[in-house]
């Protein structure tokens, strides 16, 4: 066999080279095809290679644990090409073929068809494959199976080195001709063994005696009275090394098989740091990007000096508390250029020191300041091998082997970038999705208003919370609309299905929401236009919705449904709750069905309990379990709003097996006093508009509210004065003393006034503008006969209730 290389691999395996020039006829006889084929290098140059490679027929049915196949031949690209016909593409595969004095052998090979000036037109590679079974009796079973294959020399930590080492197991030839035969190789495949569908091994020729400890050999002998060749080493140092292959083969598998259990991207580094300790190494601290830890977008560029590398996790088999102190777990910090650390991470390979010596402990220590790192890591075994996806490096990871452990190998390096390759996807996996994850929260939580804890006439109080399983973020929502008339419009959603689609599907429907509620349609209305919405849209979502007004000066809620869950109605007088019966309707996106609206009676006091069916929903329980425990635990006495909805979330958490997410919303209706509500009815005439400032000023001084007398007469003349303008019938002013002072104006007009940028010389257009600059917040909205146009002001410390 040829001199091969000493680039150390999971295995290392004698080969057979042969070379067939442009006739057919074998130019090139390598030592080790004399072993494998045991026909001596002068009997075979310039013989046909398909006389030295004669086919014995298929392979028959075996118990052989490898299954490869059966092949009537070398395969019918390989014998035209070695007839003298051309292969234009690199092919492999088996053969069984008889061997003078050895009988039947089982072969692997690879061909690589060869263009240029010289005669070589074809390159064989062979392995006995019979080898692999009697190794161990067919230890190496661990993998699925064993085929040849090719992949590029670049998808191998440590391949540069194979590839300049490549001529060492090639004809003997002049140096260009040489580097024309690797470079061919190189981009046509390096040659592999494939142990399953996801586990490739680069081949790599053995030569001289492995120093591993622990290891399993088979030599085939001699043929009877035919001593080995001269010059080649003896037979057991040119076997495949079986128990480092099951070994690692094991090792990866059962790390697979451990990592990955959760898209957590915590949770996956902890797996992934604990997967290799203590079999693979005695320490592993796992480092990750700024971008990745955050669950931001994918890190660009090569990572440089300045970049910040963050400790998420670190494992060890010595005594607890040991590192703790030295390097805890959460620190961010930057490696200098001279440190192995940023070879491997701007590199993107695995980098080995087989000890730590005291002067490069000391380099890594002065990263540490202040903290004296050089008794726990001179005189270790290191490894630092990058975690990597497409090709952009995520992190990286630090192996120390104690001193007295074996110093990490070459073929360590091989086994740990593999491990690292398989974290790194998984990684990415878990920071792709944590990344979504956040953009939807993010977009969630923007979409989720803040309502204050005091509309007119009621006390609220929310909650949401995020489900406890994958696609925790969902499409539930809550909100409070301010309506004419002192009035609250109160709504909770469920879009179906979880993650960004149906967060961003929820922000659409929130908005369409607050803007038909600005229109003041009734419920019934609202909920057949968001179902048309709905439609518009698509038929890829289905929403639930349930749609309440609340009118403090009637004292009355009106109410439709679209799929939800019923409310719940807490009674002050008695504490007596009950869901409230009201026709159910199909979901938001069905189409074609009618909604029907119910008005129901409230006393101040009254609370008001609307939630997503996530809050009471068990699966294999039956929702009415949920919404019995829902009533009873609103019922349930608080002082306090806040503390009343965590009574309800504590009740139903304590049941177990939710996973959705969860929108929660109460009111406690407190009512306006028929006494705080002042109304006029107004004539088309100029006059009335000097009434008005009257009826305002008197008012305000019977409610107490004197300081606000002048203030609320000069908007309400504004807002008559344009009422009266461009209305066709009377104009109803009204006055509500409430959390604020409310001053409307209804009139028939449909057209909405507009906020105008008054010139000096303008005529109109400044009423508004006195409004908006005068008033702590101003509005118009549309209703059923016209519109109203409405202002607030905020009350006198002193008459605040």
Not at 79 to 84: F, H, K, Q, V
Not at 125 to 139: E, I, P
Not at 169 to 198: H, K, N, T, W
Not at 604 to 625: A, F, K, N, Y
Request: aromatic residues 4%; charged residues 25%.
């Amino acid at each position: 066999m040829d001199r091969g290389t000493e680039q150390p691999a999971p295995g290392r395996i004698p080969l057979a080279v042969a070379v067939v020039d442009r006739d057919g006829l074998v130019s090139h006889w390598s030592r080790g095809a004399r072993r494998l084929f045991t026909l001596p290098k002068d009997a075979a140059i310039g013989r046909p290679a398909l006389d030295l490679l004669p086919v014995s027929g298929a392979l028959p049915e075996t118990d052989d644990p490898f299954p490869l196949g059966s092949y009537d031949s070398l395969g019918p690209d390989l014998e035209s090409a070695a007839l003298g016909g051309r292969l234009s593409y690199p092919s492999c595969g088996r053969a069984r073929l008889t061997v003078p004095e050895q009988g039947r052998i089982d072969i692997l090979w690879w061909a690589y068809p060869l263009v240029g000036p010289g005669p070589e037109r074809l390159l064989v590679l062979a392995a006995d494959a019979g080898a692999l079974r009697r190794a161990d009796g067919g230890a190496a079973t661990a993998a699925e199976r064993i085929a040849p294959g090719f992949a590029l020399h670049t998808d191998f930590p440590g391949a540069d080195e194979l590839a300049r080492r490549l001529p060492e197991i090639l004809p003997s030839m002049s140096v260009g001709e040489g580097a024309r035969i690797v470079a061919q190789i190189l981009e046509l495949g390096y040659p592999v063994l494939e142990f399953s569908q996801d586990h490739r091994v680069p081949v790599t020729p053995d030569w001289g005696v492995s120093r591993r400890a622990v290891r399993q050999r088979t030599a085939r002998p001699p043929s009877p009275g035919q001593p080995p060749p001269a010059g080649e080493p003896p037979d057991d140092t040119q076997d495949l090394e079986y128990a480092a292959v099951r070994e690692r083969l094991e090792f990866l598998n059962d790390v697979s098989g451990r990592i990955g259990t959760s898209l957590d991207l915590a949770e996956t580094i902890v797996e992934v740091s604990r997967a290799v300790v203590p079999r693979f190494t005695d320490v592993a601290g796992t480092y990750l990007r700024e971008q990745v830890v955050a669950g931001e977008g994918f890190p660009d560029g090569v990572p440089d000096t300045t970049t910040m590398w963050h400790r998420v996790a670190l494992e060890h088999t010595d005594e607890p508390g040991r590192w703790d102190d030295v390097v805890p777990v959460g620190e961010a910090m930057p490696f200098p250029a001279h440190t192995p650390f940023f070879q491997c991470m701007t590199s993107g390979e695995p980098v080995l020191v087989p000890r730590i010596t005291e002067e490069m402990g000391h380099a890594i220590a002065s990263q540490f300041e202040k903290r004296d790192i050089r008794p726990l890591i001179t005189g270790r075994s290191m490894l630092v091998v990058p975690l990597k996806a497409r090709q952009v490096v995520l992190g990286f990871m630090i192996l120390l082997r104690h001193p007295d452990r074996t110093v990490f190998n070459d073929m360590d390096r091989v086994t740990g970038a593999e491990l690292a390759a398989r974290a790194g996807l998984v990684l990415d996996n878990a920071r792709m999705y944590t990344h979504q994850e956040n953009v939807a929260e993010t977009l969630q939580d923007s979409m989720l208003p803040h309502i204050p804890a005091r509309m007119s006439g009621c006390d609220i109080a929310t909650r949401y919370l995020p489900g406890t399983l994958l696609g925790r973020v969902g499409g539930d929502w809550f909100d409070a609309v301010k309506l004419p008339g002192a009035r609250t419009a109160l709504v909770v959603g469920d879009v179906m299905g979880h993650g960004l689609n149906s967060a961003a599907m929820m922000g659409q429907l929130r908005t369409a929401v607050q803007t038909m509620a600005g229109l003041d349609l009734p419920p019934a209305q609202l909920l057949r236009g968001l179902d048309d919405l709905a439609q518009r849209l698509g038929d890829t979502y289905l929403a639930t919705c349930l749609y309440a007004v609340y009118d403090p000066i009637a004292g009355e809620l009106h109410l439709a449904n679209a799929g939800h869950i019923p409310p719940v109605l807490v009674r002050a007088a008695d504490g007596r709750s009950e869901l409230i019966d009201l026709p159910t309707g199909a979901p938001i996106g069905v189409g074609g069905v009618a909604f029907e609206a119910v008005r129901v009676p409230v006393a101040s006091g009254d609370r008001l309990v609307m939630c997503t069916d996530g809050l009471v929903e068990v699966r294999g329980e039956d929702i009415g379990v949920g919404l019995a425990t829902l009533c009873a635990s609103a019922a349930h006495p608080a002082a306090a709003m806040d503390d009343a909805c965590d009574t309800i979330t504590r009740a139903l958490a304590s049941r177990g097996g939710r996973k959705d997410d969860v929108a929660l919303l109460m009111a406690r209706l407190s009512g306006i006093e028929p006494g705080n509500v002042a109304e006029w009815c107004l004539q088309r005439e100029a006059g009335e508009v000097r009434r008005a400032r009257a009826a305002v000023r008197e008012q305000l001084h019977a409610w107490g509210l004197a300081p606000l007398a002048e203030t609320a007469a000069l908007l309400v003349s504004e807002l008559v004065t344009n009422a009266v303008r461009h209305a066709h019938r009377p104009v109803v002013l009204r006055l509500v003393h409430g959390d604020t002072l409310l001053c409307e104006v209804d009139d028939d007009d449909h057209e909405l006034p507009t906020l105008l940028d008054a010139g000096p010389g303008d005529e109109a257009g400044r009423g508004l503008l006195v409004v908006s600059t005068l008033a702590r917040e101003w509005g118009t909205s549309r209703t059923a006969t016209g519109k109203t146009v409405r202002c607030e002001l905020t009350l006198p410390r002193n008459s605040r209730r």
